[in-house]
T-cell receptor, first 111, second 112 residues
Framework: SQQGEEDPQALSIQEGENATMNCSYK?????LQWYRQNSGRGLVHLIL?????REKHSGRLRVTLDTSKKSSSLLITASRAADTASYFC???????????FGQGTRLTINP | DGGITQSPKYLFRKEGQNVTLSCEQN?????MYWYRQDPGQGLRLIYY???????QKGDIAEGYSVSREKKESFPLTVTSAQKNPTAFYLC???????????FGPGTRLTVL
């Protein structure tokens, strides 16, 4: 089952611009995480936000969570060519030791 | 170096053959996971194991089997019953009670 739906499916911006990706989910969650996947590689964890948090920062990443709307956004500021990748949100629920992933947003940073 | 490894990177199989994908971790993690990823899609959970000698089906377990005889190892067998096995397979691990999953580099399986 795909809990998370991501929007847009693909995003292409110029280097230096900000990139925003959105994730919506269906059921109550414990945590929401964002992962990055370079083409043909495994996923790398970026950031985790708990259900009682509204915003979190890590370097050039800013994540927000709105539990009333069951949605989250990932903002990458001052994008670089190396940010080109697919980005996935993943949610877990209380007591469940597993994640449910969204379909992903494919981000392309043009030099 | 601590990490999670998968082998082989590329695997070719003839229709009707079973094939086993390897996943090993030296992170001392309790939980391990297998996902399938199709082109342009997200990850779908095949099987997961929270402890040695125990595992649970995920969302798409049909045509797959696993074992967890050692904490470090969680091999996945793609059986001939899996009708469309061509995909990218990812293994992950996580500490007990943790949230972040650590992923291997993946195995790309192609059925000829």
């Amino acid at each position: 089952s795909q809990q998370g739906e991501e929007d847009p499916q693909a995003l292409s911006i110029q280097e230096g611009e900000n990139a925003t990706m959105n994730c919506s989910y269906k059921t109550s969650i414990n945590n929401l995480q964002w992962y990055r996947q370079n083409s043909g590689r495994g996923l790398v964890h970026l950031i985790l936000i708990r259900s009682n948090e509204r915003e979190k920062h890590s370097g050039r990443l800013r994540v927000t969570l709105d539990t009333s709307k069951k949605s989250s956004s990932l903002l990458i500021t001052a994008s670089r060519a190396a940010d080109t990748a697919s980005y996935f949100c993943a949610t877990d629920t209380w007591g469940a030791q597993k994640l449910v992933f969204g379909q992903g947003t494919r981000l392309t940073i043009n030099p | 170096d601590g990490g999670i490894t998968q082998s082989p990177k590329y695997l070719f199989r003839k229709e009707g053959q079973n094939v086993t994908l390897s996943c090993e971790q030296n992170l001392n993690h309790d939980a391990m996971y297998w996902y399938r990823q199709d082109p342009g899609q997200g990850l779908r959970l095949i099987y997961y194991s929270q402890i040695v000698n125990d595992f649970q089906k995920g969302d798409i377990a049909e045509g797959y089997s696993v074992s967890r005889e050692k904490k470090e190892s969680f091999p996945l067998t793609v059986t001939s019953a899996q009708k469309n096995p061509t995909a990218f397979y990812l293994c992950a691990s996580m500490t007990g009670g943790g949230n972040e999953q650590f992923f291997g580099p993946g195995t790309r399986l192609t059925v000829l």
